[in-house]
């Protein structure tokens, strides 16, 4: 029974089997866009603790503009390296770290409420 967030957390960011496997054939650093969103904080937990397993030399970094007070600490502490970025920012996004050789992870959910210009809120997934 899970009776606290870190026991939560704990389960949620506990790599599924295959995951190492898969993360093992990256050429490059994993980039997670949007990582401040509601499941950012744990898929960049999981690909790090996937990658420690299998002692991969590979950098997590997770990208959002970090609003969430707190957030940018608990990822440092587990290791993600952070990038405070706006998304909608050309310019912001242009200086973004180059992961092209490996892979680009979305994980972008738009609160449309703060967000006039948007029409909709979405979850993507591009593996380069």
Do not use: Y
Request: glycine fraction near 8%; aromatic fraction near 2%; charge should be negative.
């Amino acid at each position: 029974m899970i009776e606290n967030l870190d026991q939560l957390e704990e389960v949620m960011s506990r790599p599924l089997p295959g995951v190492a496997a898969q993360l093992a054939k990256l050429k490059g650093d994993l980039l997670i866009l949007g990582v401040g969103g509601k499941m950012g904080p744990s898929l960049a937990h999981q690909a790090r603790r996937a990658l420690d397993d299998i002692s991969s030399p590979r950098a997590v970094i997770g990208v959002s503009r970090f609003q969430q007070p707190g957030l940018r600490a608990q990822l440092d502490s587990w290791g993600i390296q952070t990038v405070s970025c706006d998304l909608l920012d050309p310019d912001a996004v242009a200086q973004l770290p180059d992961v092209a050789a490996g892979a680009l992870v979305v994980a972008v959910a738009v609160d449309i409420l703060g967000v006039e210009d948007l029409a909709a809120a979405e979850v993507a997934l591009i593996v380069l």
